[in-house]
Nanobody, 122 residues
Framework: QVQLVESGGGLVQAGGSLRLSCAAS????????MGWFRQAPGKEREFVAG????????YYADSVKGRFTISRANAKNTVYLQMNSLKQEDTAVYFC???????????????WGQGTQVTVSS
């Protein structure tokens, strides 16, 4: 059974930092692209960041570019999202995702975690 388990969410003040982790199990994710989506209350789920299978290509939503960094450790089947200079508008449930191919695409990810809450206070 494929599982993506996120951790690292929580409450942080504006301007602070958090690091999300996503541990994958049930299959090998080292050869597929991974990423993060988020969903804020009353809003649609949106793409945040993606990373290809080797880690040498990354993609970001304009709203987080320069503040968030996605990375991966294939030996650990783990992907990370370092979030700096957090803003109140970053408050959302963050979902780890796994694609079926080695590159990030516009095709919806096949695998989804349960999500972790990130709340940024003023």
């Amino acid at each position: 059974q494929v599982q993506l388990v996120e951790s690292g969410g929580g409450l942080v003040q504006a301007g602070g930092s958090l690091r999300l982790s996503c541990a994958a199990s049930g299959r090998t994710f080292s050869n597929v692209a991974m990423g993060w989506f988020r969903q804020a209350p009353g809003k649609e789920r949106e793409f945040v960041a993606g990373i290809n299978w080797s880690g040498d290509s990354t993609y970001y939503a304009d709203s987080v570019k320069g503040r968030f960094t996605i990375s991966r450790a294939n030996a650990k089947n783990t992907v990370y999202l370092q979030m700096n200079s957090l803003k109140q508008e970053d408050t959302a449930v963050y979902f780890c995702v796994g694609y079926t191919r080695g590159v990030v695409s516009t095709t919806p990810p096949r695998y989804w975690g349960q999500g972790t809450q990130v709340t940024v206070s003023s």
